[in-house]
């Protein structure tokens, strides 16, 4: 985690040292020294990071590297704040008060001077630690060894007894039926999970299974482990090997290099059939290391089995077509159940008082085995205790995990996982600690909070967005964080943290000054912390000096009408803050304060209800994002124009009356001149109906846009619009809705469009559909409402080739509609709503291979079943909202004469929209008695799908 630290910091210097104008000659000298050692200190760093949680004298080492990058960061940013050019202003007078501000804050320079002095003389003695460090073996060639040797005995996996576990039966037969089938070439099936999941728990079962034993007679458990060495992992193989085959290790074997260690394995191997096991496996190139040792013997049926909690590694493993991924998940809720009262109960039943505390406490733990056995046998051990010291435990899982020496195995584990992480990705995962427990969290919404904090290195012919997205993956491919909200189009919207791996990540980020949480009246935190999230109300944060703050993150309960005011909560001021979220907060006017944090990188004012923007925030010369969504801003001020480093303007709401309105999207006024924010990558929504079609044209001056949203689209600007979309070549995501819902939208005129397009959602009147769009090979995602087209539309989409998201409202003014053979490849979901003269639909067998999903509402003349629906054999669910009576009867169950076309579907359902909700009507896939019971559940779907139709980009 230094090591994050130091390489920022390090990045920031050299952007200081290139400022002749800023930097005094004499601080310029003391910073070079301060690069030059720090340069020095970073690559011991990285041995020293993954050291310090066992060696006490070098933690505090670390901790001194920590403290002076930050005290470092502190003061240039300090420096930067005095001297920061003025805003604004005639040329005369703008040049007179900077030097007016030079003269006055000469003694500050000579203060900051002095402050940069004391930190090389820190520096310095830091750097006599390191020296005296390497003495002591650290970075040699022994203290290499002593690494391995730690990480080693972390590595080997903890592994629970086969009694402990429950659940486990079903995945034992699987993999042994795998083992045992009759494929005759070499195999390979990797076992993923996060840690503490039972991985090597399960493989273990299966390996010793007699068997698997009889099957293979030659086979061989080796532990990777992150510090591995090629030529040991080989070695370790070949005297395994022996000792199965029972014949003594050649002499040889100790002193062979790599290659004729791969041989002698090749040897041993090629005419048997084996079974090796490869636990623990961190890093590709362990595979790779070995794999060509592995002969593919293809007339014997070998297999190899591998555990790993990194997803990227499962799959490069497993590249051949009889290769297999199995995905290990977390227990079910009630196999969870059984296996903590085994532990907390000695396998008796949970006292009745004590059930609704223990289920809490077991959802912390999220169907992890090794937490569950873990935190169970803790509770054991207070089985004499009241409710109310359960009651207690339950609210302190965090702390217990750092004091309990029972649960250290289960902190190591669970630590593993983040020790492995590369340093860019460690300040990334920390930062995971500031969301409240099980909260979903945006990935977009990550992605900027890290580019803002400086997380994010630059990568060339990449955005920091992209770069930032490929941390993100880097997270969920190690298990560290979980998918919770996907689109059609297979695009993670959201994730979440284990619970146990948040505790693990507010305890780092506590231990490092990273960052706290309060949630409490009266909580305490430190004044080095260098982030703070502020849980449930504002109210909680005592004023404390927070001269060192970089970002204040505030999360309020749903619906509290508590008012904030950043001035009374914090009366000395942020001067430093670069993330200011107050998303929700109950804030009506823009604070004043705001405009006077010169750093500030990331605003959030979403679900606020601010109304008006002031000029003065022109003075945020540093902002990348502004997030006024679901704010009652309506009109953005002339200054927005100086915010050159804008990279995300949000400013838009919804505000559904029904659930196909259309006047339910609202977005902002925006000055004359916005083409000049050329870093600008989201733009939504833009009122169009302003002038004379200029912010039509000022929109292609922003070729770095990836996502435009445009509202009050006027058929007269179209010409002006087609040539702006044109030129955004990087244009990923585009939504246009015209000013009425009869006015047309005239695209027609786009000759080059943008090739990277994924996502079109057009609102408005077509006299035709815009022939481009049959050319867009990436597009996944495409909504269009009020078309009104004459002419079929599925003729220009059907060969889209990565379509997986289509929706229609009144489209269309034909009465049939034809789904052709071999159209819509990939196509996941379609929606067909409000096309008043359709009365049939015919599908050829064939068509929509992959269609999972199908919803058909208020076409009031579609009285049958559409014709082929059976052919969609991948169909999950149909749905069915204020449809004609004839249609849902003749899909009863109980005698619908089209009943065997859905029979194999697993939900089909209808509903009707009365006095403003959804009354589900029917379940048909249910039972009268079922029905009821699943009633509930297919409200909530059907709430979940028009949520889902909200028009986005």
């Given at each position: ?114 402050e940069i002095q004391g930190i090389k003389s820190r520096v310095g003695s830091i750097s006599e630690g390191r020296r005296r460090y390497a003495v002591g073996g650290i970075g040699s060639s022994s203290g290499g060894g002593l690494v391995r040797r730690r990480l080693g005995r972390q590595g080997d996996a903890l592994l629970l007894e086969e009694a402990d576990l ?56 080796v532990t990777v482990s992150r510090s591995f060495k090629t030529k040991d992992l080989l070695k370790d193989v070949v005297q395994q090997i022996f000792r199965v085959i029972r014949k003594p290790v050649p002499p040889e074997v100790s002193s062979m290099n790599n290659d004729n260690l791969k041989e002698s394995i090749k040897d041993l191997l090629k005419q048997s ?681």
């Amino acid at each position: 985690m230094a090591e994050s630290v130091v390489t920022f910091l390090l990045d920031n210097l050299s952007v200081q040292l290139q400022d002749e104008f800023r930097l005094l000659r004499s601080v310029r000298d003391e910073v070079q020294y301060i690069v030059d050692e720090l340069e020095r200190i970073k690559s011991f760093l990285r041995v020293a990071d993954a050291m310090e949680e066992n060696d006490a004298n070098l933690k505090v080492w670390v901790k001194q590297v920590r403290d002076v990058a930050y005290d470092i960061e502190d003061s240039l940013d300090e420096f930067n704040l005095r001297f920061a050019p003025t805003c604004g202003g005639r040329a005369f007078h703008a040049r007179l008060r900077n030097l007016l501000r030079f003269v006055k804050n000469l003694r500050a320079r000579h203060r900051i001077a002095s402050e940069i002095q004391g930190i090389k003389s820190r520096v310095g003695s830091i750097s006599e630690g390191r020296r005296r460090y390497a003495v002591g073996g650290i970075g040699s060639s022994s203290g290499g060894g002593l690494v391995r040797r730690r990480l080693g005995r972390q590595g080997d996996a903890l592994l629970l007894e086969e009694a402990d576990l429950v659940g486990i039966g079903e995945p034992k037969r699987r993999m042994i039926e795998w083992l045992m089938g009759n494929d005759s070439g070499r195999q390979v099936v990797s076992v993923v999970g996060m840690g503490g999941l039972g991985k090597t728990t399960l493989v273990k079962q299966v390996y010793e299974d007699p068997r698997v034993k009889k099957r293979f007679k030659v086979h061989a458990w080796v532990t990777v482990s992150r510090s591995f060495k090629t030529k040991d992992l080989l070695k370790d193989v070949v005297q395994q090997i022996f000792r199965v085959i029972r014949k003594p290790v050649p002499p040889e074997v100790s002193s062979m290099n790599n290659d004729n260690l791969k041989e002698s394995i090749k040897d041993l191997l090629k005419q048997s059939r084996y079974l090796i096991v490869l636990d623990d496996v961190w890093h590709v190139r362990a595979w790779e290391s070995i794999k060509l040792a592995l002969p593919r013997n293809d007339k014997y049926g070998s297999r190899v089995l591998i555990t790993t909690r990194n997803a990227e590694i499962a799959s490069s493993s497993c590249v051949e077509t009889n290769d297999w991924v199995f995905s290990l998940a977390p227990l079910a809720e009630e196999e969870s159940w059984d296996l903590f009262c085994k532990k907390a109960f000695q396998g008796n039943s949970c006292p009745p008082h004590l059930e609704e505390t223990c289920r809490l406490i077991l959802k912390r733990c999220g169907g992890l085995p090794l937490a569950i056995v873990a935190i169970g046998a803790v509770l054991g051990a207070k089985d004499k205790a009241s409710k109310d010291e359960w009651s207690i435990l339950r609210d302190s899982i965090g702390p217990e995990i750092e004091g309990n020496y029972n649960l250290d195995s289960m902190k190591r584990v669970l630590s593993l996982s983040y020790s492995d992480l590369p340093y860019y990705l460690k300040s990334c995962f920390l930062y995971l600690s500031m969301f409240p427990a099980l909260q979903n969290i945006e990935n977009m919404r990550l992605v900027r909070l890290w580019i803002a904090e400086g997380f994010v290195v630059e990568k060339e012919g990449k955005t920091l967005e992209e770069v930032a997205e490929g941390y993100f993956k880097e997270l969920l491919d190690r298990g560290l964080i979980q998918a919770a909200g996907t689109t059609n189009d297979g695009r993670i919207k959201s994730c979440r943290i284990h619970d146990l791996l948040r505790e693990i990540a507010i305890l780092k980020s506590k231990e490092q000054d990273f960052a706290e949480i309060t949630k409490e009246q009266g909580s305490v935190w430190s004044d080095k912390a260098r982030r703070l999230s502020v849980l449930n109300t504002p109210q909680n944060v005592e004023h404390k000096n927070v001269s060192k703050l970089r970002s204040l993150l505030v999360f309020v309960e749903e619906d509290s009408v508590a008012e904030f005011s950043l001035s009374a909560l914090f009366p000395r001021g942020f001067r430093l803050l670069k993330v200011l979220d107050l998303r929700g907060v109950s804030l009506e006017i823009f604070p004043k304060v705001v405009v006077k944090l010169f750093h500030l990188r990331y605003l959030s004012l979403r679900d606020t209800k601010v109304k008006h923007i002031p000029g003065s925030i022109k003075k945020l010369q540093n902002l990348e994002t502004l997030d006024l969504k679901q704010t009652y801003v309506t009109e953005l001020p002339a200054e927005i124009l100086n915010l050159k480093q804008l990279r995300h303007l949000l400013a838009y709401r919804y505000e559904i009356e029904s659930y196909a309105h259309f006047d339910s999207k609202y977005g902002v006024k925006v000055p004359i001149g916005i083409g000049s924010l050329q870093s600008l990558q989201k733009l939504c929504f833009v009122e169009a109906n302003q002038g004379n079609g200029t912010i039509m044209t000022e929109l292609g001056k922003m070729s770095q846009l990836r996502r435009l949203g445009i509202i009050k689209f006027r058929e007269r600007d179209g010409i002006a619009l087609c040539s702006s979309i044109e030129k955004l070549t990087n244009l990923r995501s585009l939504s246009i809705t015209s000013e009425q819902k009869d006015e047309t939208i005239d695209l027609h005129r786009i000759s080059s469009v943008p090739n990277l397009l994924q996502r079109l959602y057009l609102a408005g009147r077509f006299e035709k559909l815009p022939h481009w769009i049959s050319s867009l090979q990436n597009l996944g995602i495409l909504l269009l409402k009020w078309s009104r087209l004459k002419e079929d539309p599925l003729v220009h989409l059907q060969d889209l080739p990565n379509l997986v998201h289509l929706e229609f409202l009144q489209v269309y003014d034909g009465e049939s509609l034809h789904f052709k053979e071999g159209g819509f490849p990939k196509l996941k979901l379609l929606g067909l709503d409000k096309l008043d003269r359709l009365q049939s639909v015919t599908m050829d067998n064939g068509v929509m291979p992959g269609l999972e999903k199908l919803v058909i509402q208020r076409c009031k003349l579609l009285k049958n079943v559409p014709n082929g629906i059976e052919h969609l054999t991948m169909l999950n669910a149909i749905e069915f909202f204020d449809m004609p009576d004839e249609l849902i009867m003749k899909l009863r169950s109980d005698g619908g004469e089209d009943y065997w076309k859905v029979a194999n579907v697993p939900a089909v359902y209808s509903s009707y929209w009365i006095n403003g909700g959804w009354d589900v009507y029917s379940v048909e896939r249910f039972s009268e008695k079922e029905s009821s019971q699943q009633g509930a559940a297919a409200a909530t779907a059907v709430r979940s799908h028009r949520r889902s139709t909200l028009w986005k980009v």
